[in-house]
Structures are given as C-alpha cells and as structure tokens.
C-alpha cells in the first residue's frame, strides 16, 4: 500500500514540475549539486524526491520526501501554545494542510468514512507513544469543509511549520512529528497514516 501510495505521489510531483522542468536552467540533487535532467526525471521517478523551484529562476532541485533532523522543538511548542507539553515530554504529532489540490480533493481521499477512520488512528497511534493531542495545521482552508464533525483544523501559526518543514505546496497533505530534544521526522506529501506510527518509534 505504501508503495502504490508513494508511486503515485512521485508521478502527481512530476506532472506537476513537468512544466517548469522543460524550461529549467539546471537541475539539482537534493545536496545541491548539479545533475541531469535525466538523472532529475529518475530520482523522482523511482525515489523518495519531490521536484522544487531552486535558487535561480527556472532552476529545479530535489527535496527527499523523507526528512528527519533536529530542529528548535519549544519554540514550536510555543507557537501551538502547548508548552506544558513540552515541559511534560510528550512528542508532537502535526498533520499539515496546504490548500484544496487534485491529490486532496479526488474522491478517493475525500471519504468521509476514511477521513474518521484516519483520525481515529491518529488518536491510537497518539496514545500509544504518549504524545500530545494531535495538531491539525492547515495553510489555506478551502477544502476542508468535507471534515467537519470528524475534527478541527487550526491555522499554522505565523506560518511557523511551513516555513521550518513545508515550504511547498506538496500534494494532499504531509506531517512532522517532534521530540521536546528536538529530533523530528516528517514526510512530504502524501502518506499512508502508519507512517505517523512508524515515525513516533524512530524519535
């Protein structure tokens, strides 16, 4: 499943930089070295890669989908107002909504039955680990009417989390997951929610 799930994000990624491929510069890996377009095309293709706009205007580098590092965890805290969270040790679980898009909007992630489902396997994979209650950020709220009554999506305060973990608009929806030392693990773009699970065991 998760397989399917990431083939069919690479290919979204694709179509979608297609576009700004063909007139790009030059082309990046994701440690900034230049690359072929055919090398570009592959990565994307067959790894874990996104395609993003680089430094220079037409220019297109790799983001690898699944980052994980350290970062300023109670600063974070603190923008979500959950610093007794932090204080009591209890790891963050942040679901991230860029805006309505085609991954996100087709019909096969928007029933209402998988969405409930969905959460209430947040809710366990929350209780397991002992992390604190799961935060759903969104960027842009067009769209999400379709989870009402299931939860409730809050803003990403002071764009805080899009500008330390989604700079760009990847497709459908993506999460970080963050340990009050600081190590986090994330995934850009669509995923299948165990990997939230899989995520909170390698903090």
């Known amino acids: 499943m998760m397989g399917v799930t990431f083939k069919r994000v690479r290919l979204i990624g694709l179509l979608l930089m297609l576009p700004l491929c063909i007139q790009a510069q030059s082309y990046f890996n994701e440690l900034g070295k230049r690359i072929t377009y055919a090398d570009y095309e592959q990565k ?3 790894g874990p890669y996104f395609g993003v706009p680089g430094e220079k205007a037409g220019d297109q580098k790799l983001v690898h989908r699944m980052p994980a590092g350290l970062t300023n965890a109670k600063l974070l805290y603190e923008k ?3 610093l007794a969270d932090f204080q009591a040790g209890r790891p963050l679980v942040v679901i991230f909504y860029p ?4 991954c996100n909007s087709a019909a096969s992630t928007s029933d209402p039955k998988l969405l ?5 396997a947040v809710l ?4 397991k680990f ?3 209650p799961p935060v759903y950020l969104y960027q842009q709220a067009h769209g999400l ?6 939860h409730t999506w809050i803003p990403d305060p002071e764009g805080a989390f899009a500008q330390q973990f989604f700079q760009f608009p990847y497709p459908c929806k993506s999460f970080v997951v963050i340990s009050p ?8 773009g669509e995923f299948p929610i165990s990997q939230i699970s899989v995520a909170l065991k390698k903090l």
């Open 44 to 46: 994307i293709l067959s």
């Open 80 to 82: 979500l107002g959950m």
């Open 99 to 102: 805006g309505k898009d085609e």
């Open 116 to 120: 409930r489902s969905n959460h209430e």
């Open 124 to 127: 366990k994979y929350a209780k």
């Open 130 to 132: 002992g992390t604190a």
């Open 145 to 150: 009417e379709k989870y009402a009554g299931i």
């Open 181 to 188: 030392k600081g190590n986090y693990r994330a995934i850009l």
